[in-house]
């Protein structure tokens, strides 16, 4: 009776703990698939495609109305970010459901960034009563560097200014480049795009307003075939000239590499063949004709049509403007003039002259003949030339006074600081009123008398009627500051009754010269257009001054450099750029700048400097500036780049280097020397070998060198930088040195099959007992070059208990009390290396009945150069019976491995 009441007492928490067993396997994950590597951004995970995948199946009979699935993101044993069984969201039932990419980010809420590294994704089934339903599954997965620097294609054909025939170019066209280097692992659009140059324009100036004439993308390849470039002959305002370059992109459409992902331009064109097309004659280029002749002007071209056709051409002429020159009157103004003729190569034309020449219009023309077909279209046309009437008796006012270049000294002026401005009037005198207006206008510092008027307003706009004077006050008011000048120029209008300009006086300057312009100081050393050559501006730059007199005030000096961009002249350097070098000075007029230049000059930055010196009262407010002068620094030393650089990962203990250096400048520069200079930011001296070629190596103005080379592997290098030194071929005290980094992605062979070896123990070598399980792991790994062994670290991720029947469920209801480590834990380590790792787990007490063990260990390896490697091994052991001590009678075991590999910063 005692033992059946022991035996009822019992019986209640054998069926809980054989509940609790079962829940565990309410929900199988019979698929998680996790991308081996990932963006550091786990929102962008939603379009990285079969990123995330899970697959979930409910076991047939298992009764669950919700469940909770907790998704965690762990680096080592410590959880970054993800869910608990506190915050995790109920889910709907399911007998089967497939969890997508985004369904799984979705309860990734509190991930936002990953740092580089090595991380595990951990799901796991739990219920309402947050007690797990299923088995947690765990994969690894890597996040790399986001940013990868990559060197932009170059172009390789057609060459920089290599000359087409009109039939070649006409044909099909092949344009190569180099693909981006490092080769990026998304795919690559290589946008290939032709500018067409037209008169006056430069290469860079095309490109920035031209429309593309050909646009052509190609995915992942480096070479593109464009037919028919060239259709015909090239008209004004047209040149035969091109320009091409290639620009690549990621499947966004967004630039991928340095410099916007493009590459440097290059030019090509059409060689020269003989003309076909007419050529003017009469009148000649830049002929002055007189206005009596102007009446009637013969025009005259060479015929060009073949003997026995017919031949149609038409002249047309246009009148330029003030400000035009004549490529643009021909753009943008209508001609005055359209003829065409007929089998005949000459023609006049009457009235192109009518009267004075009166402003918006100038006295000068620009013509052209175009050569027609039989449909009328043109098919070529002559090179414009220019013509201009002079000569015609002006019935302009004419300015008097100031006589033109009339220099004022301030003292001179009325002590109202007034100027009195006096014209001719117009003879005879008309009976209506005639209104005069007067303007002048201040120069600025790097302008002429012409461009002020065209872009500067006014500083003086008056009327008057019928008289020929007028006097201004205020023109000058005290010391002119940068960057205007004390130049003016004036002019005066003649104006009708309704206000329209009729006539314009020829402009005239004056100018008027400082008070004691001995106080402002003046530049002496580097002389106005000094040139130095770049090792002697490395040594630095004296800049020398004339003293200003200040009486009983100790000078005080500002000097200021600015440096030119491509396009600039120096007082749009001094308007928009910053100074490279401000530098105040006292008592002293001379100061040496040091490392004022360390290397070439490089675009869009040009070796061209301007600089002024300020004089400073005690307020340090400016007083006066002295007037500006340039400098050069000759660029014609040596200038080399680093075009591409590549690292191999190891193979058969080499690691095989490719270099590809540029020479920038039009003359020869002298490799001396080449080097591995870092890894990983740590100081090295490693010479490639072989290397091919073995400097020193000459390369050619405007070539490039490709170097080829091993070393020894590094196998613990993630960044290899290269060092190039570089001389003068003639003079070897011009010196420079580039470097460029690769970083290398190559996986760790220590993770491999063949070197990390985790034998699993046969059968008879697991031994179980009442309370335990205990085996000895062998463990074997091989590196080349050899690696230390940090520490060794084993993971109890999965432990499951299957008794016989119900009789053999434990009594013993705290699972805290077994599936572990003997430790208490799920996680053990050994320091350094080792060939044996002793492995205990607990059991539940188990009375005398078969029972099947299954468990699994994730063993992980850290060397010293922090490389992680990691395999889970699969192990089960069947107990039969009374067994105390395990390794006999009918048990059976079996292991099986699943290795992973990792690598990690």
Same mark, same amino acid.
């Given at each position: 009776?005692?033992? +059946? ?72 044993? /410590? ?106 692992? &998304? ?85 020269? &063949? ?12 830049? *002929? ?18 073949? /003997? ?11 009148? +330029? ?184 006086? &020829? ?94 000059? *490089? ?55 490719? +270099?590809?250096?540029?020479?920038? +400048? ?17 100081? /090295? ?64 062979? /220590? ?119 990691? *395999? ?30 990792? *690598?990690?910063?």
């Amino acid at each position: 009776m005692k033992k +059946l009441k022991l035996l009822l007492l019992c019986l209640p928490f054998c069926l809980l703990a054989n509940g609790q067993a079962g829940q565990l396997n309410q929900i199988n994950i019979p698929t998680f698939t996790v991308k081996n590597t990932l963006p550091g951004t786990v929102d962008s995970w939603v379009s990285t495609p079969a990123a995330l995948i899970l697959v979930a199946q409910k076991v047939p009979g298992a009764r669950i109305k919700e469940t909770l699935l907790v998704l965690q993101i762990r680096s080592g044993s /410590a959880m970054i970010c993800g869910t608990t069984v506190a915050t995790a969201r109920p889910i709907d039932p399911f007998d089967v459901r497939t969890f997508n990419t985004a369904d799984l980010v979705g309860m990734l809420t509190n991930c936002h960034e990953l740092k580089e590294g090595t991380y595990t994704i951990c799901a796991q089934f739990f219920n309402l009563d947050k007690i797990a339903i299923s088995r947690e599954v765990c994969k690894d997965f890597k996040v790399e560097p986001a940013n990868v620097e990559y060197a932009p294609p170059t172009l390789i054909t057609p060459e920089s200014e290599k000359k087409f025939s009109p039939a070649q170019l006409e044909g099909p066209v092949t344009f190569r480049w180099t693909p981006l280097v490092p080769k990026p692992r &998304e795919p690559v659009t290589y946008r290939l795009r032709v500018w067409q140059l037209m008169q006056g324009q430069t290469g860079t100036q095309a490109m920035r307003t031209n429309t593309p004439l050909i646009q052509k993308d190609v995915d992942n390849l480096t070479q593109a075939t464009v037919s028919s470039i060239l259709t015909g002959p090239c008209r004004p305002p047209y040149l035969c000239d091109f320009i091409w370059n290639v620009q690549a992109l990621n499947r966004a459409g967004k630039p991928m590499g340095n410099n916007n992902g493009t590459s440097e331009p290059y030019t090509f064109g059409i060689t020269e &063949e003989n003309s076909k097309c007419p050529a003017n004659t009469l009148p000649q280029d830049k *002929k002055e004709i007189l206005p009596a002749d102007a009446k009637a002007i013969t025009f005259k071209w060479t015929n060009t049509a073949t /003997a026995g056709q017919a031949a149609t051409y038409r002249l047309r002429v246009w009148q +330029l403007m003030q400000g035009q020159n004549g490529t643009q009157a021909m753009r943008t103004n209508n001609p005055i003039v359209t003829r065409e003729a007929r089998n005949v190569n000459e023609i006049s034309i009457n009235s192109i002259y009518t009267g004075p020449c009166r402003p918006p219009y100038l006295c000068d023309f620009i013509w052209v003949v175009d050569m027609m077909d039989a449909s009328g279209a043109v098919t070529c046309s002559s090179e414009p030339t220019t013509f201009k009437i002079t000569g015609e008796t002006s019935k302009c006012p004419a300015n008097t006074m100031p006589e033109n270049r009339a220099q004022y000294n301030p003292k001179e002026l009325q002590i109202d600081k007034s100027i009195k401005f006096r014209w001719t009037a117009l003879v005879p005198k008309p009976r209506e009123p005639v209104t005069y207006r007067l303007k002048v206008w201040q120069l600025m510092q790097g302008q002429n008398g012409t461009a002020a008027m065209r872009t500067n307003n006014p500083i003086v706009t008056k009327d008057v009627v019928d008289i020929s004077e007028a006097t201004v006050s205020g023109i000058y008011t005290g010391p002119c500051r940068p960057p205007y000048l004390c130049d003016f120029i004036w002019a005066v209008d003649m104006m009708d009754a309704s206000g329209a300009v009729t006539c314009s006086s &020829e402009p005239t300057t004056f100018k008027i010269t400082e008070e004691e312009p001995a106080k402002c100081p003046a530049n002496a050393l580097p002389e106005d257009k000094k040139e130095f050559r770049l090792a002697d501006a490395k040594q630095g730059i004296t800049f020398k001054w004339t003293k200003a007199s200040t009486a009983g005030e100790a000078p005080a000096y500002r000097l200021k450099v600015w440096q030119l961009m491509q396009g600039q002249n120096g007082t749009q350097a001094m308007k928009t750029n910053n100074p490279i070098v401000t530098r105040e000075v006292r008592n002293a007029n001379e100061v040496t700048i040091s490392s004022f230049l360390t290397g070439p000059c *490089k675009p869009p930055y040009l070796c061209d400097f301007i600089w002024a010196v300020e004089m400073m009262d005690a307020s340090g407010r400016s007083t006066c500036t002295s007037e500006p002068a340039v400098f050069k620094i000759a660029n014609n030393d040596i200038d080399i780049q680093i075009d591409s650089f590549n690292v191999e990962c190891c193979k058969d203990g080499k690691q095989n280097i490719y +270099l590809k250096i540029k020479n920038n +400048l039009a003359t020869p520069v002298k490799i001396t020397q080449i080097k591995i200079d870092k890894i990983n930011g740590v100081t /090295a001296n490693i010479i490639p070998s072989p290397l091919t070629p073995l400097p020193p190596v000459n390369i050619p103005g405007n070539g490039s060198q490709i170097f080829t080379g091993q070393v020894n592997c590094i196998d613990t290098a993630k960044i290899i930088r290269i060092w190039v030194a570089a001389e003068d071929p003639v003079d070897n005290a011009i010196t420079e040195t580039e470097v460029e980094a690769d970083t290398l992605h190559c996986r760790c062979d /220590a993770c491999d099959e063949k070197n990390f070896i985790l034998k699993t123990p046969a059968p008879g070598q697991i031994s179980v007992t009442n309370s335990g399980i205990s085996f000895n792991q062998s463990i074997t790994v091989t590196t080349t070059p050899p690696k230390t062994i940090k520490t060794i670290t084993a993971e109890l991720v999965y432990f499951e208990m299957i008794p016989e029947n119900d009789q053999c469920i434990p009594c013993d209801k705290d699972a805290t009390l077994y599936g572990h480590f003997l430790n208490g834990t799920n996680s053990q380590q050994w320091n350094g290396p080792q060939s044996s790792l002793s492995i205990g787990i607990t059991t539940p007490l188990m009375p005398c009945c078969s029972t099947l063990f299954r468990w699994c260990i994730r063993y992980k390896i850290e060397f010293t150069d922090c490389t992680v490697c990691s *395999k889970v091994v699969c192990y089960q052991k069947k107990k039969t019976g009374c067994l105390p001590t395990g390794g006999g009678g009918t048990d059976t075991g079996s292991g099986t491995d699943n290795p992973t590999k990792d *690598k990690s910063n």
